[in-house]
């Protein structure tokens, strides 16, 4: 089992739409979690942190489920410009490092 | 946007062949990274520096070295590079802990022939 697991899609949601992701980990003592979104051929950002139980910012909202281990990313009204690969990241390991998911494909189409 | 840079931007090159790859920052951050992304697999680190003249490896550094002798700039060297080290190569800075944010350069595609 990979360490971190998401749905590889693609997701191909109309505009408008609502749509969620899952990330899957193995282990994780660490506090804090991220989503990160990466533009076909650029490199990935900073989309959201996700501390405690969730996050929300704007349409954008993360949560943190620690018992089954897993992240989700919930993406309401969604816009042409939301089209991207989204990265689930995760501090594994004795180093702390972050560990990157494959990432999941959005299309939102008009 | 964070600043970092990386160059070349993209390079192809022959088998046995020496590379360098620098990434260049203008923050300050103590922590800089090195990784590959290849379909399917994500990103990969590849090594890490925690200060000059600090660094250690990552999942993934066979075949690669890196060094750090400023706090600004991080090289990655192939020191004989092979056909699966193409890839396109990220560097990211952060700037205290391991799992602070990190922010990515640009990227460099790499091809090795």
């Known amino acids: 089992r990979k360490e971190v697991e998401q749905d590889p899609g693609p997701f191909n949601v109309p505009e408008g739409a609502t749509v969620a992701f899952n990330c899957t980990y193995s282990n994780s003592a660490s506090q804090s979690f991220f989503w990160y979104r990466q533009d076909c051929r650029k490199e990935p950002k900073l989309l959201m942190s996700v501390y405690s139980s969730g996050n929300e910012d704007g349409r954008f909202t993360a949560q943190l489920n620690r018992a089954s281990q897993y992240i989700s990313l919930l993406i309401r009204d969604s816009k042409l410009s939301d089209s991207a690969t989204y990265l689930c990241v995760v501090p594994l390991g004795s180093a702390r490092q972050l560990t990157f998911g494959s990432g999941t494909q959005l299309t939102v189409l008009p | 946007d964070a600043g970092i840079t990386q160059s070349p931007r993209h390079k192809v090159t022959e088998t046995g062949t020496p590379v360098t790859l620098r990434c260049h920052q203008t923050?300050?951050?103590?922590?800089m990274y090195w990784y590959r992304q290849d379909p399917g697999h994500g990103l990969r680190l590849i090594h890490y520096s925690y200060g000059v003249k600090d660094t250690d490896k990552g999942e993934v550094s066979d075949g690669y070295s890196v060094s750090r002798s400023k706090t600004e700039d991080f090289l990655l060297t192939l020191e004989s590079a092979t056909s699966s080290q193409t890839s396109v190569y990220f560097c990211?800075?952060?700037?205290?802990?391991?799992?602070?944010?990190?922010?990515f350069g640009p990227g460099t595609r790499l091809t090795v022939l």
């Open positions: 990211a800075i952060s700037e205290s802990r391991e799992t602070d944010t990190q922010y």
């Open positions: 923050e300050n951050h103590r922590y």
